[in-house]
């Protein structure tokens, strides 16, 4: 059984800086890949960013430069350093595992990230 739990969430200032962690249970994250999505009240859930089992990186046109998908293999372990936060930004962020299909397998519950203006 898989499980991914994401922490990190908070209230933060515009400009401030969050990072989201995933820990994930079940599966090995070095070996799949690992994206973070997220979902503002009213809107779609939308991507965010990816990390490929080989390591490669995928963003965002929104949040290109200022936020950093990474993993920690040994506490199998993915993370979203958030910089440069905006007001924009405010959403329930999602991590999710793709087992090796088109589409995303495995959701976390979600964190709240709010910034404030």
């Known amino acids: 059984q898989v499980q991914l739990v994401e922490s990190g969430g908070g209230l933060v200032q515009a400009g401030d800086s969050l990072r989201l962690s995933c820990v994930a249970s079940?599966?090995?994250?070095?070996?799949?890949?690992m994206g973070w999505f997220r979902q503002a009240p009213g809107k779609d859930r939308e991507f965010v960013a990816a990390?490929?089992?080989?390591?490669?990186?995928v963003y965002a046109d929104s949040v290109k430069g200022r936020f950093t998908i990474s993993r920690d293999n040994a506490k199998n372990t993915v993370y979203l350093q958030m910089n440069s936060l905006k007001p924009e930004d405010t959403a329930v962020y999602y991590c999710?595992?793709?087992?090796?299909?088109?589409?995303?397998?495995?959701w976390g519950q979600g964190t709240q990230v709010t910034v404030s203006s």
């Open positions: 999710a595992l793709k087992m090796g299909g088109a589409t995303y397998d495995y």
């Open positions: 079940g599966r090995t994250v070095s070996r799949y890949a």
């Open positions: 990390l490929s089992w080989s390591g490669n990186t």
